[in-house]
């Protein structure tokens, strides 16, 4: 169930960010942040989640402008009276990270992010990106804080991006994956989506594997980074039916030798254009998979 938790009035409301409980202890900041393309969503989830007294991240903290991160900083403050003690990165993309070190220092407390992302932020940001910042590096099987007295784990999720983390409860109660799906957006008639998985930083091979992970642990709930909670791990198997199912399209269409350009143009004719680019990216991580697995032979 949803529970809306700010109440102010509304000029108060204008300084605040909305904020749900979908599960419960686990608060959901929806901050506006830099998502492309914006049609898909516009819009990061920034939970807040660690037992009372306990250590509280602030997971995916990345508003778009000035004015979103004071809304941000507000509501933190203001609508909470937590003590936060360290920022959670998923993964290094700029809609999970944007103004991240700027809150590092604002709340004096560290960032915990996977090796690969920090070195992936160094190389597109400079060496200076997290100046005056404490990294902690964090891997499988680490636990972070508690939820409902259960250790809250790390996982590696590697697919969408290289180094991305999940985390999760020992029960499985719930599990937060990134960019690995999104959700249902706020919108009325969104539905459950699909991600791009680029060639640079994405592996096709390591998301099937992922997707088939996270469905053999069975979480009850997923919490994605954009859009509402899920609640089974159906979307996931939908997700690696489709997936599996554009692959044998992939396939054949490389059989009759046709170069990835057209098999955008072929398999997504009735999607919008200006998601052609995206879609070519998973085109090329499906044919690198099928190169992987020695598929990629008897081209006429
Ligand atoms: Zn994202």
């Given at each position: 169930m949803v529970k809306m938790i700010s109440n102010n009035s509304d000029k108060q409301q204008q300084q605040i960010l909305p904020c749900i409980q979908e599960i419960d202890g686990i608060d959901q900041l929806i901050v506006v942040s830099y998502v492309f393309p914006p049609?898909?969503?516009?819009r990061t989830n920034c939970f807040l989640i660690g037992d009372k007294g306990d250590k509280k991240l602030i997971v995916d903290p990345s508003p778009f402008s000035d004015e979103e991160y004071k809304r941000l900083v507000n509501t933190l403050k203001n609508s909470f009276e937590y003590t936060y003690t360290d920022i959670f990165i998923t993964h290094h993309h700029v809609d999970h990270v944007n103004e991240v070190q700027k809150l590092a220092r604002e709340f004096a407390i560290p960032i915990i992010i996977s090796e690969d992302s920090y070195g992936r932020l160094l190389k597109k940001n400079g060496p200076d990106f997290f100046a005056n910042i404490n990294i902690k590096f964090a891997r499988e099987g680490d636990v972070l804080t508690h939820w409902n007295g259960q250790d809250v784990k790390v996982?590696?999720?590697?697919?969408?991006?290289?180094?991305q983390?999940?985390?999760?409860?020992?029960?499985?109660?719930?599990?937060?994956?990134g960019d690995l799906i999104?959700?249902?957006?706020?919108?009325?008639?969104?539905?459950?989506?699909?991600?791009?998985?680029?060639t640079k930083e994405g592996d096709m091979k390591k998301y099937f594997r992922t997707l088939e992970r996270i469905i053999?642990?069975?979480?009850?709930?997923?919490l994605p980074s954009h859009g509402m909670v899920l609640k089974s791990v159906a979307p996931l198997e939908k997700t690696l039916i489709h997936r599996i199912e554009r692959e044998q399209q992939v396939l054949k269409l490389y059989k009759q030798g046709k170069t990835p350009e057209q098999m955008t143009k072929t398999l997504y004719?009735?999607?919008?254009?200006?998601?052609?680019?995206?879609?070519?990216?998973?085109?090329?991580?499906?044919?690198?998979?099928?190169?992987?697995?020695?598929?990629?032979?008897?081209?006429?």
């Open positions: 049609e898909m969503a516009h996982f590696e999720i590697p697919g969408h991006d290289e180094g983390l999940a985390l999760a409860p020992e029960s499985m109660t719930w599990f937060l994956v999104q959700g249902e957006g706020l919108e009325p008639g969104s539905r459950a989506s699909t991600v791009v998985i680029a053999r642990l069975n979480p009850k709930y997923l004719k009735r999607v919008n254009k200006a998601l052609w680019p995206l879609a070519l990216e998973n085109i090329k991580t499906h044919l690198k998979k099928l190169e992987q697995e020695g598929l990629l032979i008897n081209k006429q």
